[in-house]
């Protein structure tokens, strides 16, 4: 037996050519969402790689060692806590107000009628449009010139929160409202469902996933603005400005901590949200 195949029976240059082409064509979306995967995730692995770190200089830049001591003591001794206390209560309250209010928007636009509509709706997208540079100078000159410099705070970063956040919010559910099937609301009233039980039993149920989206985005929005921020902060200190500050002078692991903590809870919620899906996908098999 010959140790080559004849070369009549060698596939020439093109048709290999031709085989590399028809797989990658028919893998270029696996691989290109593959790619994606990875250019979004791996910032997420080396925060959590680096918060095991136990770093020889003030920046957490370089892997030294392996080390817990992060974890031991995640709030670097009290330094962080009133940074981070203070991020989580301006989003908290900022999810829930411009949830409602945003929520209570998306229903009158797409539901209802009345003069100026259009010019709302499209009023609507300017928060998100505009530079946050911009929108922080303008926030900044209007709080100055309404309520003097002592308003500069708590107070100035939970309005301007809001005020960004309702527009997300309003994008968000007004996309789940015109996805939703008229009939059904129609339905429950032919079997005398009153407004009040139509909305509560049938409307928002079905509203309700776009609403904790919009709201988880607007939590996400809030906890990590920063231009914004800093702009109508005064002297207060949020987290996202205390780490800018902290940048010039050194950079402790227990920030890498907290983000990996963040991203746990996230993953934890995400895996919740869809146990149920694959339980009841497991039974219909």
């Known amino acids: ?66 080390s817990l001591d992060a974890w031991k003591n995640p709030l670097n001794d009290g330094v962080l806590h009133d940074p981070l206390m203070l991020s989580l209560e301006i989003a908290l309250l900022a999810t829930l107000v411009a ?44 709080f100055l010139n309404t309520f003097g410099v002592d308003f500069l705070g708590f107070k100035s970063i939970l309005i301007a929160h809001i005020m960004f956040c309702i527009s997300y919010v309003v994008i968000t559910v007004k996309s789940r409202l015109n996805g939703l099937d008229p009939m059904l609301e129609k339905a429950a009233q032919d079997l005398y469902a009153t407004p009040w039980q139509t909305f509560w039993r049938v409307t928002f149920p079905l509203v309700a996933p776009g609403i904790g989206a919009a709201a988880l985005l607007s939590f996400a929005l809030s906890f990590d603005d920063f231009i914004i921020t800093q702009m109508t902060a005064g002297s207060s200190v949020t987290f996202p400005y205390w780490i800018w500050n902290a940048v010039q002078k ?35 098999r």
């Open 250 to 284: 050194g950079i402790p692991p227990q920030v890498n901590v907290i983000g990996s903590m963040m991203l746990i809870i996230t993953l934890a919620g995400i895996a919740v949200a869809e146990v149920p899906k694959w339980l009841k996908a497991s039974k219909t």
């Open 1 to 66: 037996m010959p140790a080559h195949p004849p070369a009549h029976h060698r596939p020439s240059i093109e048709a290999r050519g031709a085989t590399v082409f028809n797989w990658f064509r028919k893998h270029v979306i696996a691989i290109v969402a593959t790619l994606i995967f990875v250019f979004l995730l791996v910032p997420n692995a080396v925060v959590v790689w680096m918060s095991f770190n136990k770093p020889s200089g003030k920046y957490n830049v370089k892997w030294e060692k392996f």
């Open 99 to 142: 949830t409602i209010l945003g929520t209570m928007i998306a229903f009158a636009i797409v539901r209802h009628k009345f003069k100026g509509r259009g010019f709302v709706n499209s009023m609507l997208f300017l928060p998100m449009a505009a530079p946050e540079i911009v929108m922080g100078t303008t926030l900044l000159a209007l």
